[in-house]
């Protein structure tokens, strides 16, 4: 018998990471990136991807043993690759304790190979994912909505819901990158490198990471301005080389840019800008690159053709530059991460099309950038406690 069904605006859940929830047939469609955006959408890539629930997460305190979410899930088929299934996660207390998967909803296919864009779509079916024989008592379920298909909530059910779940004291971290912050590769949606370092340093994290789409849009900037934040990372510039969107003149102007549109709003707010990761074909080639489906490789053009284009080794030394020299003056909690520290030459073995690390080299990202960022003198490491008051 199944339990009984938890409105969505039920006190007890809340779903983190959503930044809207628009509706959808019988139910909701969580995306990343706020309603107002929709008018202002560069590229449908980008709403394909916001509408990608990576990072996103269903909240709620139970006593129960059984959790049920009825979904239509649509995946996504790029040539030379099946479908993957999508991926739910369930943790208690923030800990991995189960994983479901679904695939009999619509797929997407997607070619891009030939340097036009063609999508096609075959039909599908709602799934029912079911958690049971969960630990008896009193605890906090979060499950992980797929990183890898768009999702329709139709109806969530549980036993012994309990009342909201505790406020706490967890600081609240966007992350806005690439396909590799967005994490396709990752085993599950609560192993994607955010994901892993957030879940280590025990803060609630929004993910902006969208596939092919990282390229300093204004509205990314006023949705992070705007949004309640306490920690912002910018992983900035392998989509620029992907699509060879911007050239060096503009690249900086964008950069300092997207920085002043947070600055309006969040001046003491510790940023930190993270260059990109190792890509070996476009670390001293400038893009585009495209993908035959197993390896990235670079569209070869003639130098005349390429003034001030970027490759990644500039990008690195621009986006240091910008950090240390020309705006820290100004900006003490203006902050910079090589990606190399990341993922590096030492790595490729993790690197298996030379652009996205695999699920291992994911895991390893966030644990360094966890390492990094959020341990004892990094630039998100908690604050001092305030000293006890003497009796």
């Not at 906090?140 to 505790?166: C, F, K, S, Y």
């Not at 690195?316 to 020299?325: D, M, N």
């Amino acid at each position: 018998m199944s339990p009984p069904v938890i409105p969505w605006d039920h006190p007890a859940l809340s779903i983190p990471g959503a930044l809207d929830l628009s509706p959808a047939a019988d139910g909701l469609a969580p995306r990343r990136l706020p309603a107002w955006t929709r008018a202002q959408m560069p590229d449908p890539a980008l709403e394909l991807m916001a509408s990608m629930p990576s990072g996103v997460r269903l909240r709620l305190r139970l006593a129960g043993r059984r959790v049920e979410l009825d979904v239509v899930e649509t995946g996504l088929r790029f040539p030379g690759r099946d479908r993957r299934a999508s991926a739910f996660d369930l943790l208690i207390d923030g800990d991995l304790v189960a994983r479901r998967l679904a695939d009999a909803g619509p797929t997407l296919a997607i070619d891009a190979s030939t340097g036009s864009l063609t999508v096609t779509m075959d039909p599908g079916e709602a799934s029912r994912v079911v958690f049971d024989d969960l630990p008896a008592g009193d605890k906090v379920v979060e499950i992980w909505l797929p990183h890898t298909a768009t999702v329709q909530l139709r109806a969530l059910r549980a036993d012994g819901v309990g009342p909201p779940p505790a406020a706490t004291s967890q600081r609240s971290w966007a992350h806005y990158g690439s396909s590799i912050s967005h994490g396709m590769e990752a085993d599950g949606p609560s192993e994607t490198w955010p994901a892993i370092a957030a879940r280590a340093a025990g803060v609630n994290l929004t993910s902006l990471g969208f596939a092919g789409q990282c390229h300093l849009d204004g509205l990314v900037a006023r949705t992070l301005r705007d949004g309640d934040f306490d920690l912002i990372s910018l992983k900035l510039g392998i989509n620029l080389i992907n699509a060879d969107s911007m050239r060096e003149r503009v690249f900086v102007a964008s950069v300092h840019s997207f920085l002043d549109t947070i600055r309006d709003a969040k001046p003491a707010t510790p940023i930190l800008i993270v260059s990109p990761i190792l890509c070996p074909v476009a670390e001293d080639a400038p893009g585009p690159t495209l993908s035959d489906g197993a390896k990235v490789y670079v569209v070869e053009r003639p130098a005349a053709l390429t003034p001030g284009a970027l490759t990644l080794r500039r990008v690195r030394r621009l986006l240091a530059s910008i950090v240390g020299r020309r705006r820290t003056a100004g900006d003490v909690h203006l902050h910079h991460l090589d990606g190399l520290t990341l993922f590096d030459t030492a790595d490729l073995a993790d690197l298996p099309d030379g652009l996205h690390p695999n699920a291992a080299g994911l895991r390893r990202m966030g644990e360094r950038f966890a390492a990094h960022a959020f341990a004892s003198g990094g630039p998100f490491a908690p604050p001092p406690a305030a000293p006890a008051l003497e009796s």
